[in-house]
């Protein structure tokens, strides 16, 4: 049995990001040992880009000193990002981890503890992959094959974005299936997908951390056991110091800025990265900035946004005979207690609709 932990995509930062981005990197360290691995993948990007290499060089070589887990450290286009023509290959001043030659695969014969011999091969990103990157594999029997890749393989990704590296690294599991591989470990995509490829399982684990906006969920790596005879297990592991990146709603009132429900402040993570809507009005005294500094004070996360997604100014709104009557009667309503199984919220959100046109 062979048993390793699957990663990509880390994208580890200096400045703001780097204790939590390093701290991400140190927990899927520690999954490692926890679940007995004996290889732990990086499939690039582990860096966000070329510079960042030796600005973690020291922390990153002494977290892995006398590491007792062998590490795969895979280039990705983020290990090239603005790489001088000074470096010839980004990665290599690191030398606790098996590496590939910039652009060039590399193929390594492994031992599992029961004796099974694993062929461990590692395509490091090009931009656009020549026909013969997937030859030159060894022609020995091998219990299991794993490959390691980072691009975009199309059949796994429906919208890759309007980027540039759409049209480039494009990664054919079907090519690595036929050449007679069982897993391929991938990275590049920040979502988790798995695809089935004939008896070849791909599969990107998603980003470990948030490295931007919009990657919603638990953040995961993938921990994968072959077994001879028996199909693939791969189980998510989740990160706890990733945090997740939040969408919150919340509706501004004129009589005050309401506070956040203490079921959605007891949820936040203090590594979350919270991106608010305000929706509604703003208190006559006070603006947007107040409103962003209220509720980022009663959040304790790591990065925080207050988007205004509607907010209306109140002395403007008032100048509306309408609108004036509506909130009178929802302020009364309201201080009154007089509906307590009313959503106030929804109402002054429905009520502003129809009365403004807005599309809150
Ligand atoms: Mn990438």
Same mark, same amino acid.
């Given at each position: 049995?062979?048993?390793?932990?699957?990663?990509?995509?880390?994208?580890? !930062?200096?400045?703001?990001?780097?204790? +939590?981005?390093?701290?991400?990197?140190?927990?899927?360290?520690?999954?490692?040992?926890?679940?007995?691995?004996?290889?732990?993948?990086?499939?690039?990007?582990?860096?966000?880009? &070329?510079?960042?290499?030796?600005?973690?060089?020291?922390?990153?070589?002494?977290?892995?000193?006398?590491?007792?887990?062998?590490?795969?450290?895979? $280039?990705?286009?983020?290990?090239?990002?603005? !790489?001088?023509?000074?470096?010839?290959? @980004?990665?290599? @001043?690191?030398?606790?981890?098996?590496?590939?030659?910039?652009?060039? /695969?590399?193929?390594?014969?492994?031992?599992?503890?029961?004796?099974?011999?694993?062929?461990?091969?590692?395509?490091?990103?090009?931009?656009?992959?020549?026909?013969?990157?997937?030859?030159?594999?060894?022609?020995?029997?091998?219990?299991?094959?794993? /490959?390691?890749? $980072?691009?975009?393989? !199309?059949?796994?990704?429906? +919208?890759?974005?309007?980027?540039?590296?759409?049209?480039?690294?494009? *990664?054919?599991?079907?090519?690595?299936?036929?050449?007679?591989?069982?897993?391929?470990?991938?990275?590049?995509? $920040?979502?988790?997908?798995?695809?089935?490829?004939?008896?070849?399982?791909?599969?990107?684990?998603?980003?470990?951390?948030?490295?931007? /906006?919009?990657?919603?969920?638990?953040?995961? &790596?993938?921990?994968?056991?072959?077994?001879?005879?028996?199909?693939?297990?791969?189980?998510?592991?989740?990160?706890?110091?990733?945090?997740?990146?939040?969408?919150?709603?919340?509706?501004?009132? @004129?009589?005050?800025?309401? @506070?956040?429900?203490?079921?959605?402040?007891?949820?936040? $993570?203090?590594?979350?990265?919270?991106?608010? +809507?305000?929706?509604?009005?703003?208190?006559?005294?006070?603006?947007?900035?107040?409103?962003?500094?209220?509720?980022?004070?009663?959040?304790?996360?790591?990065?925080?946004?207050?988007?205004? !997604?509607?907010?209306?100014? +109140?002395?403007?709104?008032?100048?509306?005979?309408?609108?004036?009557?509506?909130?009178?009667? *929802?302020?009364?309503?309201?201080?009154?207690?007089?509906?307590?199984?009313?959503?106030?919220?929804?109402?002054?959100?429905?009520?502003?609709?129809?009365?403004?046109?807005?599309?809150?």
């Amino acid at each position: 049995m062979f048993r390793f932990l699957h990663t990509a995509d880390l994208h580890l !930062k200096s400045g703001d990001e780097e204790n +939590y981005s390093f701290g991400v990197f140190q927990e899927i360290l520690d999954l490692g040992k926890r679940h007995e691995c004996h290889a732990i993948l990086f499939c690039g990007d582990t860096f966000d880009q &070329a510079q960042e290499i030796s600005n973690f060089l020291d922390r990153f070589e002494g977290a892995l000193r006398d590491f007792p887990i062998p590490i795969y450290l895979l $280039h990705g286009n983020h290990e090239l990002l603005r !790489k001088t023509p000074a470096m010839q290959d @980004p990665l290599s @001043p690191i030398n606790s981890c098996y590496k590939a030659d910039n652009g060039i /695969a590399k193929h390594l014969t492994l031992t599992s503890p029961d004796g099974e011999k694993v062929l461990l091969s590692l395509f490091p990103f090009v931009p656009t992959i020549p026909e013969e990157y997937y030859k030159s594999i060894p022609s020995d029997e091998f219990d299991f094959r794993i /490959a390691m890749a $980072h691009g975009t393989e !199309k059949r796994m990704v429906s +919208y890759t974005g309007p980027s540039q590296e759409e049209e480039n690294s494009l *990664v054919s599991a079907q090519l690595v299936a036929n050449l007679g591989y069982n897993y391929l470990a991938l990275g590049h995509i $920040h979502a988790r997908r798995t695809e089935e490829f004939g008896s070849l399982i791909a599969h990107y684990p998603g980003s470990p951390r948030v490295v931007s /906006a919009g990657e919603i969920g638990t953040r995961n &790596a993938t921990l994968v056991t072959l077994s001879i005879g028996e199909k693939i297990q791969i189980q998510d592991l989740p990160i706890q110091s990733s945090g997740e990146f939040r969408e919150i709603q919340i509706v501004v009132l @004129p009589s005050n800025f309401q @506070p956040i429900a203490e079921s959605i402040l007891q949820s936040i $993570h203090p590594n979350d990265y919270v991106r608010l +809507y305000g929706i509604g009005i703003f208190p006559a005294s006070q603006g947007e900035e107040e409103a962003k500094n209220f509720y980022q004070s009663l959040l304790n996360c790591r990065k925080f946004e207050f988007k205004n !997604k509607g907010i209306f100014d +109140y002395n403007t709104l008032r100048s509306n005979a309408l609108v004036q009557e509506f909130f009178d009667k *929802v302020s009364h309503r309201r201080n009154q207690n007089l509906d307590p199984n009313i959503n106030w919220d929804m109402v002054v959100q429905v009520g502003l609709q129809s009365l403004t046109g807005a599309n809150l």
